[in-house]
């Protein structure tokens, strides 16, 4: 159980940075009025969609095993939790399950465009706004200690 905990930890700096360059580069890409290309967006984006998937499963796998995840939310009433508890819990994996769904969403939408600004912004805006849900939920306490 600790070893997937500690890939699931160490899997989401690199989900994040990954993340966070795919944005980027939506966004520049938009902006620039760039042509989007195979080699470096399409794989750029496709690549975020792939491990941002695996870390959810890792997640779930974490939150269905841990003892902070599900069975904590099974044994311990609602009103009794603290915000740390509650974040584990409830809020951390409901928020990036969200996140998580609306990268796909970024992903399935940018396919079905044609001109390279589109797509951009589909991929900067569905992406975006995982990047920023995600980033609302991490534990930063544990990250840190």
Do not use: C
């Not at 160490?10 to 009025?33: Q, R, S």
């Not at 870390?55 to 904590?72: E, H, K, P, R, T």
């Not at 603290?82 to 796909?104: C, D, K, S, Y």
């Not at 465009?113 to 991490?138: D, H, N």
């Amino acid at each position: 159980m600790e070893l997937l905990q500690n890939v699931h930890s160490y899997l989401a700096y690199v989900v994040l940075l990954i993340l966070f360059l795919a944005v980027a580069n939506a966004i520049t890409g938009m902006m620039g009025n760039r042509m989007f290309t195979l080699e470096k967006d399409y794989r750029l984006s496709l690549f975020t969609l792939i491990l941002s998937h695996i870390q959810l499963v890792l997640g779930l796998l974490v939150y269905i095993f841990s003892a902070s995840g599900l069975n904590a939310l099974m044994n311990v009433p609602m009103g009794n939790m603290n915000a740390a508890a509650r974040l584990l819990a409830l809020e951390h994996p409901l928020i990036n399950i969200i996140a998580i769904v609306l990268i796909t969403i970024g992903w399935s939408r940018h396919k079905k465009f044609m001109e390279g600004k589109k797509k951009f912004k589909s991929i900067a805006i569905f992406y975006g706004l995982g990047l920023v849900l995600i980033l609302s939920r991490i534990p930063w306490n544990q990250w840190f200690n």
